[in-house]
């Protein structure tokens, strides 16, 4: 079952998580800004040579971290981090904290060379855990009785609820440049997701595209995301209309569409988000019962997205607006702004 199918399913077992995977400042709060060079008497800024920075960022710790589960105190800078969060690990990595990551769960498949394990970020084993020896474990969720046996021998745990917005996403990037030292790579990674996506909202006449509608598929029994989701917001910024929005159970951010109601609603682009997982794509598309009839189907405007991509929120976010965007370019003909 593809990644996001499973963390929706995570939170339909908890009923609602309450998605705080930023981390806040408060008074009591140490704050490594991870600066990447110093100011002189006529406040010019010089570059810190490299064996400087790395001084600087040991220097920054303790730390202080307000997590969804409370504060966590990380006394040294960690060399030992276990990420069982396959968007952590892209976070990691983008922000050149990737050496001091020892392994990873057995989802965390980008970039290449993540150490992969066959340890389970939705099941994980604590004996496993504590032989790897880690000095920090980044995660999304972990069962009560691993979180205890981790606090039973000291190691901290970094909590990081899937992001509900794309401020949630910068925040869990900043969040985890304080904890390893890479502030300066966490500001950089930000600025860099920060221009190139504004860049492509821009870049489309949103006011052109309102009227251009979609599906999502999550999986081939037609699960799909509303614009409440963090998925359906990338949508809603490129200026597209999601058919989900007025489905039966669209209360829950990821309703069950019937065949029938997206055959009615016949949307003008559809996007699968299970190539991956489940070999979808736009020959099995166009042989469903009925489908042939659909605009989107008989135009070729059905988009083959990166399972992985459509459902991380680390910096590859940006891939998946690039998609969106390519694809209304393609498909509606709209001219670059500007």
């Not at 990081?160 to 950089?188: R, V, W």
């Not at 870049?203 to 037609?222: A, K, M, R």
Request: a negative charge; one cysteine or more.
């Amino acid at each position: 079952m593809k990644l996001f199918k499973w963390q929706s399913l995570l939170l339909a077992m908890f009923v609602v998580i309450i998605l705080l995977g930023g981390c806040s400042s408060s008074p009591s709060q140490v704050t490594a800004t991870g600066d990447a060079s110093s100011t002189d008497s006529d406040g010019q800024s010089e570059q810190l040579p490299q064996d400087q920075l790395s001084d600087q960022a040991t220097e920054a710790f303790p730390v202080t971290l307000q997590t969804p589960t409370g504060e966590l105190v990380l006394e040294d800078q960690p060399t030992r981090i276990l990420s069982l969060s396959p968007t952590a690990t892209e976070i990691l990595f983008a922000i050149g904290a990737g050496e001091q990551v020892i392994a990873v769960d057995d989802q965390s498949n980008y970039p290449p060379e993540a150490p992969t394990t066959d340890i389970s970020g939705f099941t994980p084993n604590l004996e496993a855990i504590l032989a790897l020896e880690p000095d920090l474990v980044v995660h999304q969720y972990l069962p009560e009785d691993i979180e205890q046996g981790l606090a039973n021998v000291a190691i901290p745990s970094l909590t990081q609820y899937a992001a509900s917005s794309l401020d949630d996403t910068y925040q869990q990037i900043d969040q985890l440049g304080l904890a390893t030292g890479e502030s300066a790579g966490a500001k950089s990674t930000i600025q860099e997701m920060q221009l190139r996506i504004d860049q492509l909202v821009t870049g489309i006449n949103v006011s052109d595209g309102s009227s251009v509608t979609f599906y999502h598929e999550l999986d081939p029994t037609y699960y799909s995301v509303t614009s409440s989701t963090f998925i359906g917001q990338v949508y809603a910024m490129l200026g597209l209309t999601n058919i989900a929005d007025e489905a039966e159970g669209a209360g829950s951010g990821y309703p069950q569409l019937s065949e029938e109601y997206i055959l009615s609603q016949d949307p003008d682009l559809i996007f699968l988000a299970d190539t991956k997982c489940c070999a979808q794509g736009i020959e099995t598309v166009s042989e469903r019962n009925g489908w042939g009839v659909l605009s989107a189907v008989a135009e070729e405007k059905v988009i083959e997205l990166d399972d992985d991509i459509a459902s991380r929120w680390g910096p590859r976010v940006v891939d998946f607006f690039e998609s969106i965007a390519t694809a209304m370019e393609q498909v509606t003909a709209l001219e670059p702004v500007g």
